[in-house]
């Protein structure tokens, strides 16, 4: 079955900087691949998706790209600010999700 | 809009006691379903899925059983819960094509 690698476990950025997170996947046949952000107490919410049909994907300072190829994935925020502190999970999916181990993102004011 | 609910929000119980969880959709038709665990500090672990009424797909050999009697129905139970069942439990949907929907609130389980 698929399985997805997600990493660094943790990051810590200062406000301002960007951050990025990677994850790796293992079935070639996964065509959906969601991030995941989960604030303290709170259940996962998404905030941006790509499909395998596309390599990349930005919403405001939130961007996707995505490797078919090499099987890897990554988030990237740019000008990270206090409130994007929280958990952030990588997901593959070929009609059921699989996640990866989750990232824990500190933005240091 | 699609709409997903679970109940209850929060539960304590004791060892060995009997466990039901609902979630319910609302706004689709004939969604595939998902329940996840996310044990304190992890990552989330697909427990059970289901493409449609009374169609179960068990992700990992465990102490629980799922059900799904109606169409935007789908039940998380246990017989006799142990320590290890302690986490988050979270529902999800998907319409089989698209992105699976924000998830459910959650429900927190400590087994005591």
């Known amino acids: 079955g698929e399985n997805v690698e997600q990493h660094p476990s943790t990051l810590s950025v200062q406000e301002g900087d960007s951050a990025v997170i990677k994850c790796t996947y293992s079935d070639s046949a996964s065509n959906y691949f969601p991030w995941y952000k989960q604030e303290l107490g709170k259940g996962p919410q998404l905030i941006i998706d790509?499909?395998?049909?596309?390599g990349e994907k930005k919403d405001q300072r939130i961007a996707v790209t995505l490797n078919k190829t090499a099987k890897h994935f990554s988030l990237h925020i740019t000008e990270t600010q206090p409130e994007d502190s929280a958990v952030y999970f990588c997901a593959a999916s070929k009609g059921k999700l699989i996640f990866g181990q989750g990232t824990t993102l500190q933005v240091k004011p | 809009s699609q709409t997903i609910h679970q109940w209850p929000a929060t539960l304590v119980q004791p060892v060995g006691s009997p466990l039901s969880l609902e979630c319910t959709v609302e706004?689709?038709?004939?969604?595939?379903l998902y329940w996840y665990r996310q044990a304190a500090g992890r990552g989330l672990q697909l427990l059970f899925y289901?493409?449609?009424?009374?169609?179960i797909s068990s992700e990992v050999p465990q102490n629980l059983s799922a059900s799904r009697p109606q169409d935007r129905q789908f039940i998380l139970s246990s017989k006799k819960l142990l320590l290890s069942d302690s986490g988050f439990y979270l529902c999800a949907w998907s319409n089989g094509r698209d992105r699976v929907a924000p998830f459910g609130p959650g429900t927190r389980l400590l087994v005591l």
């Open positions: 289901s493409v449609g009424i009374g169609q």
């Open positions: 706004g689709t038709s004939n969604p595939n």
């Open positions: 790509i499909r395998s049909n596309v």
